[in-house]
T-cell receptor
């Protein structure tokens, strides 16, 4: 079952521009996480935002969370060609004491030099 | 350096064969996970384990089996019952600091049926 859905599915921008990706989810969450995946590689954790936080920054990354709309956005400022990758949002589902991370389908970002 | 090692990087399976994908971590993490990724898709959870000698089915467990005999190791067997096994398989782990550091992923195994 997919919890998060990213939008857009693909995004192509020029180096130096900002990139915004959105994520919507279905159920209540404790936190929402964003990951990056370079082509053919594993995922790298970028940032985690808790349900009681509205905005979080890490370097050129800014994440917002709106729990009333069940949505989050990831903003990458002053993009670089090296930011080209797929970006996934993920939420934690807890069932019977077990925790699992559920991913959306991702946004494929291309930053053109 | 601590991390997760998946092997092999590429694996080819003949029809009707079982194959086992290795996942080893030296992060002292309790929880480990197996995900499957198809082209252009997100990750779907196959199996996960919160502690040694215990594991639970994820969303697409049919045709797969796992074991968790050691904290460091969580191998995934793709059985002949899995009709469409060609995919990219990712192993992940989570420690007590998961809320701060997120999950740690291996570099993946690409399985192809020949």
């Amino acid at each position: 079952s997919q919890q998060g859905e990213e939008d857009p599915q693909a995004l192509s921008i020029q180096e130096g521009e900002n990139a915004t990706m959105n994520c919507s989810y279905k159920t209540s969450i404790n936190n929402l996480q964003w990951y990056r995946q370079n082509s053919g590689r594993g995922l790298v954790h970028l940032i985690l935002i808790r349900s009681n936080e509205r905005e979080k920054h890490s370097g050129r990354l800014r994440v917002t969370l709106d729990t009333s709309k069940k949505s989050s956005s990831l903003l990458i400022t002053a993009s670089r060609a090296a930011d080209t990758a797929s970006y996934f949002c993920a939420t934690v589902l807890t069932q019977g004491g077990s925790e699992k991370l559920v991913f959306g389908k991702g946004t494929k970002l291309t930053v053109n030099p | 350096d601590g991390g997760i090692t998946q092997s092999p990087k590429y694996l080819f399976r003949k029809e009707g064969q079982n194959v086992t994908l290795s996942c080893e971590q030296n992060l002292n993490h309790d929880a480990m996970y197996w995900y499957r990724q198809d082209p252009g898709q997100g990750l779907r959870l196959i199996y996960y384990s919160q502690i040694v000698n215990d594991f639970q089915k994820g969303d697409i467990a049919e045709g797969y089996s796992v074991s968790r005999e050691k904290k460091e190791s969580f191998p995934l067997t793709v059985t002949s019952a899995q009709k469409n096994p060609t995919a990219f398989y990712l192993c992940a782990s989570r420690g007590a600091g998961g809320l701060k550091y997120g999950y740690t992923f291996g570099s993946g195994t690409r399985l192809t049926v020949v």
